[in-house]
Each structure stands twice: as C-alpha cells, then as structure tokens.
C-alpha cells in the first residue's frame, strides 16, 4: 500500500511538473517565433508602402523610381509586369542591391507561381503599374529561433531529468507519515485481535461444557446465541489479523507451481459445504496451467472467493469456478446485492444492506482478496449481469 501511494504521488506530481515545463517552454517558443514574424511583418508592409507611394506619378532624373532602402539585410521590392504571359521586371528595374536583377526576377516568379519563397516572408500587391513583389529575409531569425528551440529543450529536458528525481526522493518523506500510521494501525489491530482470542478462546471451551448440562429452553437458546456471536467474532478477529500481517509489507515467496492443482484442490473443498445448503457446485479447472507467484495467497484467494460465493448467494442457485489461463472467474446468483455496491463489497465489513441479516460473515473476506490482489500485483474485477456476479482474478 506504501509503495502504490509513493507512486501515486510520484506520477501525479511528475505529471504535473512535466505540463508546467511544457507550457512555460512552449510559451518561450511560441512568443519568440511570434514576435519575429509580426517584426517581419511589419518591416515588409512599411517597405511595400514606401515603395507603392514613390511608385504613383513619380520619376527622377530618368532613373525611374529610386531603390528603396530597408535597414533589413537581404530585404527586396520590385516591380513585375506581365509582358505576352511571361513575367519581367520593370524597366528601369527596382532592387535592392544585395540581389542580382536575374535572382531577382527568379524570386519573384516563386513567389507569383506558389506564394512563398523559402526564409522570406513575402507580399504580393497589385497597381496599374504590375504588381509589387517584396520579401524580408528571415533567415537569421530563423537560425537564432532553431537554436533557442535546441537550448530551451537541453534546459527543459535536464530540468525534468532532475525535477523527476527530486520527486521521487521526496515522495519518500511526503508518505513516511502515513507509512508510520500504517504500521501503528496494525500493530493495534495484531495485538488487539491477539487479546481477544484468548477470551474469545475461554468463552468457546465453556459453551462446550455447558453441551454436557442440562438446561432450560430458554438457557439453551442463550448458549446457542453466545455460540453463533462467538464464531462471527472470532472470524472477525481471525480477518483482522490476516489483514495485519498483509499490510506489515513481508515480501511475497514466488515459486513455480500447478495452478490449475491449487485452484482444483482449494475449489473443491468448499463443495460439500454448498452441499449442505442445497447450492449446485461447478468447478471447471483444465490440467497443466503452470504460474509463477505465491502460491499461499492463490489458495487463500480461491478460499475466499468460494467462501464468499456459497455465503451471499441465493439458495439452491449454482456456483461456478472457471480458470481459463490465469484467470479465475467466479460466479454465483445474488439477487440482493445491487449495481451501485459493487465498488464497494471490498471495503472491510461491507456486506450489502441486505445481506446483514442472511449472512454470519464479517465482511472482511474481499478486503482481504483486495490486499491479496494489491501486494502481488493481481488484476481484480467483479460484474454484475441478469443478477449474476461475477468476480474475475487474473495472477
């Protein structure tokens, strides 16, 4: 139980750091590239506005229109006609002058024929005069961009790396409080239960004397109802020590062994008691299943499912057991316990409202199945159809 709520905690809080360092990552990422294409942006809108404004009625000395300057690197405009369905600059031709008039027309047909050209972001306007053609070179943002990605993810990366294991050494000393209370709780439970069987112990041999007196009716019918509180108590207490020694975190024995021979042999031993009380018993096991595992809390997980199944359900109704590969599937007919409980009958001392007056259970058998299924790492499941339910275990 310790162990799973480490990590519970460990992965929760994993989770939670791993989001934060993606947004925060993302974040820097996405305000950084969006920052430089809206700077870009903005140069190539003022540029081609300049450009179109000096384009409208002007001339100079017979040079046509005079370059316009950016204090962007690698930046152009120019004019392209459309000259019998081929593209030409104009003449004289607009350029900046870090591009050769053979580039520049080779750009601007790129960016006419497919609408981007690659580094660049580009613009495209008509006039009466053509169309103006512009891009800003974006390469060196994009160079510095590839670069802060590379950093931000080395950072981000070793930053998880570390954050991880502090966590899991500090998911250590979040849980050692409840691991301290754990231990004390059973501790109390094992000393307590130990206490009460020895008068639980006593009060058991003397109803076997009173057997051999003679006694009124009602002196009788007192004994027998000690008797029957006696054996319901002393289950409890039997439960709440099997209980105890599960959550004292004793380390499992594995061995190989036939389980299909341990399913058989513990099934079977509950079949004369579901003979007493008039219930058909099926027991469905093929030879040759091999496992590796505990094989005491395999016996003591089919004990416990047959038991449960013969106690809570309805008389002369049919028990099944079945194990197909690993996978134990036990079902027996119960009429009283509805949908809505079934997340609940491995809580300790649940034993349906219902159920309370027909059983002389405890209500500890499944939380016991239940803390079976956690130390050795079982896969638990119990459904419920057309008032039949079904409890599956898989080893």
């Known amino acids: 139980m310790i162990r799973r709520m480490r990590l519970k905690f460990f992965f929760i809080t994993s989770a939670i750091v791993f989001v934060m360092m993606c947004v925060l990552c993302g974040t820097i990422l996405i305000t950084t590239n969006v920052r430089n294409i ?10 081609v506005t300049a450009f179109e404004n000096r384009l409208v009625g002007e001339e100079t000395d017979g040079d046509g229109i005079r370059i316009i300057q950016t204090n962007r690197r690698n930046s152009f405009v120019v004019l392209v006609i459309e000259n019998n369905g081929e593209w030409e600059l104009s003449n004289p ?49 994009n160079e510095a961009f590839a670069s802060l990605t590379l950093t931000v993810l080395s950072i981000g990366v070793g930053g998880l790396v570390l954050l991880f294991i502090l966590v899991w050494l500090l998911s250590y000393w979040i849980v050692n409080p409840a691991k301290e209370s754990l231990q004390k709780q059973a ?23 009173l057997d051999g007196e003679k006694l009124s009716t009602t002196a009788r019918k007192w004994v027998d109802d000690i008797r029957i509180q006696t054996a319901k108590m002393s289950t409890m207490t039997t439960g709440l020590l ?37 219930k058909t018993f099926k027991v469905d096991v093929p030879d040759g299943i091999t496992h590796r595992g505990d094989l005491q809390a395999i016996s003591q997980a089919v004990s416990i499912l047959c038991d449960n199944a013969i106690k809570y359900s309805d ?81």
Do not use: C
Request: charged share 25%; proline share 1%.
């Open 38 to 47: 809206n700077e870009g942006r903005e140069a190539l809108t003022s540029i």
């Open 93 to 141: 031709v607009h350029i900046s002058t870090h591009f050769s008039q053979e580039e520049l027309l080779g750009y601007a047909r790129q960016i006419l024929n497919t609408g981007n050209l690659e580094d660049f972001i580009t613009q495209v306007r008509n006039t009466d005069d053509g169309k103006i053609v512009a891009g800003v070179y974006m390469g060196l943002e």
């Open 187 to 209: 501790r109390f439970i094992s000393e307590a239960s130990h206490e009460i069987k020895t008068p639980l112990t006593i009060i058991s041999a003397g109803l076997e004397l």
């Open 242 to 278: 099997e209980m105890s020694k599960l959550n004292e975190g004793i380390t499992t024995i594995q061995t190989e062994f036939d389980l299909s021979s341990i399913v058989l042999s513990s099934a079977l031993g509950f079949e004369s008691v579901a003979f007493e009380q008039d």
């Open 315 to 395: 008389d002369k109704s049919d028990i099944e057991i079945k194990l197909v590969g690993r996978t134990l599937t036990v079902t027996n007919i119960n009429t009283i316990i509805r949908q809505n409980e079934l997340p609940l009958l491995f809580e300790r001392f649940y034993r349906g409202s219902e159920s309370r007056t027909k059983t002389q259970g405890a209500g500890l058998g499944l939380a016991i199945l239940k803390d079976l299924a956690d130390k050795n790492s079982w896969r638990i499941d119990v459904k419920k159809e057309n008032n039949k339910i079904r409890f599956h275990v898989t080893f």
